[in-house]
């Protein structure tokens, strides 16, 4: 019966995303759970190893880079060890059909860029670029380029990952274009975030008070489950996500779906 519940959801999902005319998808860590990246909060996530008090602060690195670092470097060997899932898969092949239009991602593990999305808004930063505090030279990753305990620029300052940490602004333009896609979309799908960390948590209540469809996907419910999705679909992204894609690419959309 609950299986039944389940497909009935997908199967509206997937009516609804064939009649869009501007879907947007907001994704968070849940989503990448499934290739390897363990999520930051809850039990065995990052930040019971590494406090984010302690190792994702911006005056903490001003204070202490090599502490910092230290955490740093054993997340790019998790994010370099990870693959994308079908999930990520899925995205992309709702954008390749014109379906989806964006991706705002809190992530910053490439996975989506890996799989195919072209139109990514790393909302908190990539960890493929290092940034000087020095110069403001802004660098490509590399394994060469943090090979040192503090990784440093050409001119002696120190080097850091283009990701937004504890204590710092978001990027004007990553705010401006995230929260540009929520005024225009008509749906957003919300897959793998609990939506608590402002400002990032807006976009869906931004969307949701221009008159948007919030269709949530996650393996438990949310704050959002309650206050702003239409629809929260539970359980794995991976397994649900590449259903609804089958749908919209064959035309298979039920009649009153």
């Given at each position: 019966?609950?299986?039944?519940?389940?497909?009935?959801?997908?199967?509206?999902?997937?009516?609804?995303?064939?009649?869009?005319?501007?879907?947007?998808?907001?994704?968070?860590?849940?989503i990448s759970?499934?290739?390897?990246i363990?999520?930051?909060?809850?039990?065995?996530?990052l930040?019971?190893?590494?406090?984010?008090?302690?190792?994702?602060?911006?005056?903490?690195f001003?204070?202490?880079?090599l502490?910092?670092?230290?955490?740093?470097?054993?997340?790019?060997?998790?994010?370099?060890?990870?693959a994308p899932n079908?999930?990520?898969?899925?995205?992309?092949?709702?954008?390749?059909?014109?379906?989806?239009?964006?991706?705002?991602?809190?992530?910053?593990?490439?996975?989506?860029?890996?799989?195919g999305?072209?139109?990514?808004?790393?909302?908190?930063?990539?960890?493929?670029?290092?940034?000087?505090?020095?110069?403001g030279?802004?660098?490509p990753?590399?394994?060469?380029?943090?090979?040192?305990?503090?990784?440093?620029?050409?001119?002696g300052?120190?080097?850091?990952?283009?990701?937004?940490?504890?204590?710092?602004?978001?990027?004007?333009?990553?705010?401006?274009?995230?929260?540009?896609?929520?005024?225009?979309?008509?749906?957003?799908?919300?897959?793998?975030?609990?939506?608590?960390?402002?400002p990032?948590?807006?976009?869906?209540?931004?969307?949701?008070?221009?008159?948007?469809?919030i269709?949530?996907?996650?393996?438990?419910?949310?704050?959002?489950?309650?206050?702003?999705?239409?629809?929260?679909?539970l359980?794995?992204?991976?397994?649900?996500?590449p259903r609804?894609v089958?749908?919209?690419s064959?035309?298979?959309i039920?009649?009153g779906?």
């Amino acid at each position: 019966m609950i299986e039944d519940e389940v497909q009935e959801q997908i199967e509206s999902l997937a009516d609804v995303l064939s009649q869009a005319k501007h879907a947007i998808a907001l994704t968070g860590a849940g989503i990448s759970v499934e290739s390897g990246i363990p999520a930051f909060r809850g039990e065995g996530g990052l930040w019971e190893k590494y406090p984010a008090d302690e190792y994702a602060t911006y005056s903490g690195f001003l204070t202490n880079p090599l502490k910092q670092w230290a955490f740093f470097k054993e997340l790019y060997t998790t994010l370099s060890d990870a693959a994308p899932n079908p999930a990520h898969y899925a995205l992309a092949e709702l954008e390749r059909l014109g379906m989806l239009k964006s991706i705002i991602t809190q992530n910053i593990d490439n996975l989506h860029q890996r799989a195919g999305s072209k139109r990514v808004l790393e909302f908190h930063g990539t960890t493929q670029k290092l940034e000087c505090m020095s110069c403001g030279a802004v660098l490509p990753f590399s394994e060469e380029a943090i090979a040192a305990p503090v990784p440093t620029c050409r001119c002696g300052g120190v080097l850091k990952p283009m990701i937004v940490l504890f204590g710092e602004q978001i990027a004007d333009d990553s705010l401006r274009n995230a929260q540009n896609e929520a005024l225009l979309c008509d749906i957003m799908l919300v897959i793998g975030t609990s939506a608590q960390v402002v400002p990032a948590s807006m976009l869906p209540v931004i969307a949701k008070s221009r008159g948007a469809m919030i269709l949530e996907m996650n393996v438990e419910r949310t704050l959002l489950s309650n206050d702003v999705a239409d629809v929260s679909l539970l359980g794995s992204a991976s397994l649900r996500l590449p259903r609804v894609v089958e749908l919209v690419s064959d035309g298979i959309i039920p009649s009153g779906a």
